[in-house]
């Protein structure tokens, strides 16, 4: 079961992860207006290994949005650092996430977690 964060614990965790720049990076999609419809972000998991995180806002799910902003995020980040290995560890049951990880190019490694709760996944560079 996955502890409810308040407003405030989050609020300071966001300050702390922006402030890490050396283990962080964050690229906001907007739309045409220039309203932020997701997010990706990259934390330095170890070495040159480096976890992604992802969410689109509510009202922009459902459009086939994820893949290309992961895509995206991707390309940015790797651009500047070819050498790094990205993976990714979804909740066993977030099938939507896996979806859109398998589709951006993701393959499954194996299971994680202390109670094998989450799917780990590495990206694989075409």
Same mark, same amino acid.
């Given at each position: 079961?996955?502890?409810?964060?308040?407003? %405030?614990? !989050?609020?300071k965790w966001l300050v702390?992860?922006?402030?890490d720049q050396s283990n962080q990076r964050l690229f906001i999609l907007?739309?045409?207006?220039a309203s932020p419809c997701g997010q990706v972000r990259f934390s330095r998991a170890d070495g040159?290994?480096? %976890?992604? !995180?992802?969410?689109?806002?509510?009202?922009?799910?459902g459009r086939k949005l994820g893949v290309q902003m992961i895509r995206a995020g991707l390309d940015?980040?790797?651009?500047k650092d070819q050498r790094s290995?990205?993976?990714a560890k979804v909740k066993k049951n977030n099938?939507?996430?896996?979806?859109?990880l398998a589709t951006a190019g993701f393959q499954i490694e194996?299971?994680?977690g202390s109670d094998d709760s989450e799917t780990r996944l590495i990206y694989i560079s075409k």
């Open positions: 079961m996955t502890k409810r964060i308040t407003k %405030e614990e !989050h609020d702390k992860v922006l402030a907007e739309d045409l207006d040159d290994a480096w %976890e992604i !995180h992802f969410s689109m806002g509510a009202q922009f799910r940015v980040f790797l651009g290995q990205i993976i099938m939507a996430s896996l979806r859109v194996g299971k994680c």
